[in-house]
């Protein structure tokens, strides 16, 4: 019995390390980390059906786990596709329309601030996206360009970190249970500014006197049959709808994923009323329907194996006695959380905190708890350092074909000197606080 055990942890092990490598090493090997998430959760499944024999047992702890990944899943279907319809109405032009100016230091505070306080509200891939294309509008160097793009990963990452919904691994532990919109807001709010503020005064210094050379204005602007008023409108309530999602929570004690899409559904009556005397061909690019086509559902997928994933070893115990090996081991929960931080960088930081969600239960370690909070601020800004350490840096690698090593150069120690800023001040905070 006891070797049967010991031999099926092995296999699990195993091949969670291999399709965890395999994700890893997505871009080198140019195989889809969605594809290795999948068959990594089929195969850690099968392998521990037919070793427990025990298929109601399997069926009850599949459908737990299910559930808890659905709720996931669904919610940030629906952020995506509010997402998607803001963009379809050019709603972000509202905020980036307004950074103007001629120096580079000035234009550098602009979009960092932009950028940070708007990945709290939207998440920090989206964010990315939006604050690299409107650079291209700004900017006709091309080495300039790439040093924006570096500071915009940093700073939504930072932003993404203490917003319930900013980022992937906020929202998985705001879902959780693991952490409370409110307290989160309060207890990293802080250490991200730091995260970003640090970076930005030293990259604004690097870059004193240097005047903003601007891109020829091209004539063929793209154009949106979404009038100012359509705009305005799609924009101030698809991110009051995503604001309000919190309080939602906190009001009904629903799952936060009930909030969004109820938030989805007024704004697709909305959007359909607004444009119901337009023709066809013209109103089917601004309707919830084509936002709806338009989402990233490869990483939604992604999301779904590698929760499946990490939930098998959860249930046959592996993460239980890995979090009380690093116990025996390291001792210290602000120096093994701050490893997991920096881990972050190399390998995606969903499975990380996926995992340490099931190293440590809610029981010994309760919403709220130091652990928990230090995590969404580790795991989230930790990212920033190497440009595939997150997914707003894999967007901007791809939007602008920045290079792994010219990133770590010029790019890496930035975001490192405001990830131990940043751990600083919350270690400073909590210790005063607590």
Request: some cysteine; overall charge neutral; charged content about 10%.
């Amino acid at each position: 019995m006891f070797l049967a055990n010991f031999n099926m942890l092995t296999a699990l092990v195993v091949i969670f390390a291999i399709s965890y490598a395999l994700i890893a090493l997505e871009h080198p090997l140019n195989i889809n980390k969605s594809a290795s998430a999948l068959i990594g959760a089929g195969l850690l499944w099968t392998v521990y059906a037919l070793s427990v024999g025990d298929a109601p047992r399997v069926g009850a702890e599949l459908g737990e786990s299910l559930v808890s990944t659905a709720q996931i899943v669904f919610f940030l279907m629906g952020a995506m596709a509010i997402v998607e319809l803001i963009d379809a109405h050019n709603g972000f032009d509202v905020i980036t329309s307004r950074i103007r100016t001629s120096r580079l230091p000035v234009l550098m505070w602009q979009v960092g601030f932009a950028t940070f306080f708007l990945s709290a509200i939207l998440d920090n891939l989206t964010t990315t996206i939006v604050m690299v294309s409107l650079m291209r509008k700004l900017l006709a160097k091309r080495e300039d360009r790439l040093f924006f793009a570096g500071i915009i990963v940093i700073c939504a990452n930072a932003g993404g970190a203490w917003s319930p919904i900013g980022d992937v691994t906020t929202t998985m532990l705001w879902i959780g249970g693991q952490i409370t919109s409110a307290a989160i807001i309060k207890a990293v709010l802080l250490p991200s500014l730091a995260s970003m503020l640090v970076p930005l005064a030293i990259t604004a210094y690097l870059l004193r006197g240097r005047e903003l050379v601007a891109p020829e204005q091209d004539s063929g602007e793209s154009v949106t049959q979404a009038g100012h008023f359509e705009r305005n409108l799609i924009f101030f309530l698809g991110l009051g709808i995503l604001v309000a999602v919190p309080i939602f929570k906190t009001l009904t004690h629903l799952p936060p994923f009930m909030g969004i899409l109820f938030g989805l559904g007024i704004l697709w009556l909305v959007g359909d009323l607004v444009h119901r005397n337009l023709d066809e061909e013209l109103r089917r690019p601004l309707t919830l329907t084509y936002a709806l086509s338009r989402i990233d559902m490869s990483s939604l997928v992604f999301f779904i194996g590698i929760l499946l994933s990490v939930a098998t070893l959860e249930h046959a115990h592996i993460l239980t006695g890995l979090a009380q090996w690093l116990d025996r081991v390291v001792g210290r929960q602000d120096i093994i959380v701050l490893t997991i931080g920096l881990a972050s960088a190399i390998v995606d930081n969903v499975p990380l905190v996926a995992a340490s969600m099931g190293m440590y239960s809610l029981t010994q370690y309760p919403p709220d708890h130091f652990l928990w909070e230090f995590m969404a601020y580790c795991a989230g800004t930790g990212g920033s350092i190497l440009i595939i350490g997150s997914a707003a840096g894999v967007a901007a690698m791809g939007l602008e074909k920045i290079q792994f090593f010219w990133y770590l150069r010029k790019i890496g120690w930035l975001a490192l000197s405001g990830y131990f800023a940043g751990v600083g001040v919350y270690l400073v905070q909590y210790w005063l606080l607590h």
